[in-house]
């Protein structure tokens, strides 16, 4: 389900919010932002110290439509343009040389700047209302699960933070993010849009390289992690596993592919499906949900591979990473 639109009231107030130099979070199709004026250093500044992210980390700014885009980035290549037009508005997210005068609060202090036209109707009666660009990372605390639901963005800032609710997020996991700053196309974040999809469009685009190390929060080893400890384990592993638990007599949380085969009072069982589109939608709800249950660890069972799998296994290892 999506909300498709705000009241005028609640949309003047949004707007002011931002004209103001304040933060809000909004609803996109991937998961929710902690949106502030990007063209205001001393509003996005706010963002860091509110999420408690490293300034040295960059954050997307979201336009209405490609024709902002020359307001933002420069050099833009031909590929660039194409993958704009084939992914916006979508999940989906461009690394590109900066435009002059964007801050580096914006980009980290790199010369490249992420920008992405998200197509949830309300982020996009938002953008079109401000008139202007919105930076905006994931609205949850720095390294935490990303919220898909207004409820999570509360969850993690309280009720003094104006959130625009949206419903729960279609896509459910962040943009797809491809840089074009050098001559060859390069996966830099797997998401919504898979890498078939965008070799669709320009086949030289490269898949993430995984000891590459950009100055980036979401390729930190570390991230959308929930407090209780995940462990992926195979199919096989999983029941003698949970029995294990259950004998120590420990609380114990599963994220699966299929049901359990019975219940138990101490065994908190998520069936997610063998969907890859489901799976990723309810992803980070399950985690969050999961999280409450105070189990020694939540058991995970290993998603398939493949490019359909491909988004939440980056974000299953990333939950998992010590
Ligand atoms: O779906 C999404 O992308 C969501 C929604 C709100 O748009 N946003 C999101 O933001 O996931 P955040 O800050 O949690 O992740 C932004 C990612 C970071 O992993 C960072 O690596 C990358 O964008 N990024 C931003 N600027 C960059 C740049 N100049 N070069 C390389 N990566 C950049
Ligand atoms: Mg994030």
Redesign the pocket.
């Known amino acids: 389900m999506t909300i498709h639109s705000i009241s005028v009231e609640l949309l003047e107030r949004a707007v002011a919010t931002l004209r103001a130099g304040h933060l809000l979070a ?1 609803p ?1 199709e ?5 949106g502030a004026d990007a063209s205001n250093p001393d509003a996005v500044k706010k963002i860091f110290s509110l999420k408690g ?1 490293p300034s040295s ?4 700014v ?1 336009i209405t439509d490609v024709s902002q885009l020359s307001k933002w980035a420069r050099e833009v290549s031909d590929d660039a343009i194409k993958l704009a037009h084939a992914f916006w508005p979508g ?1 989906f ?1 461009l ?1 590109l040389k ?1 435009a002059a005068g964007v801050s580096d609060v ?3 202090g ?1 010369d ?3 920008v ?1 036209v ?1 197509r949830h109707p309300i982020a996009q009666q938002l953008l079109r209302a401000f008139a202007g660009g919105i930076a ?5 605390r720095f390294g935490h699960v ?1 919220p898909t639901l207004a409820s999570h963005v509360r969850d993690e800032f309280g009720d003094s933070l104006l959130v625009l609710d949206g419903a729960d997020c279609e ?1 459910g ?3 797809t ?1 491809v ?1 074009c ?1 050098d001559t060859v196309p390069r996966l ?2 797997p ?1 919504g849009i898979t890498l078939s999809q965008l070799r669709a469009v320009v086949s030289s685009v490269t898949d993430v390289v995984s000891n590459d190390a ?6 930190l080893e570390k991230h959308y992690s929930p407090d209780t400890p995940i462990r992926i384990v195979s199919a096989s592993e999983l029941s003698s596993l949970v029995a294990e638990y259950v004998q120590h007599g420990d609380r114990i949380a599963v994220l699966a592919m299929h049901a359990a085969a019975k219940a138990r009072d101490c065994v908190h069982w998520i069936d997610a499906g063998d969907d890859a589109a489901a799976y990723g939608h309810s992803l980070y709800a399950n985690l969050r949900y999961l999280d409450k249950y105070s189990a020694a660890c939540i058991l995970v069972e290993q998603v398939p591979v493949g490019e359909h799998w491909q988004a939440v296994r980056d974000r299953l290892q990333r939950a998992a990473a010590k």
């Open positions: 909004l996109t991937t998961v929710y932002g902690l992210r980390h960059p954050v997307i979201h999940p997210t690394v900066r914006v980009t980290g790199q490249t700047v992420a992405r998200p905006a990372p994931s609205a949850n990303s896509i996991l962040e943009s993010i840089s700053v830099l974040r998401g950009p100055r980036a929060p979401g390729m």
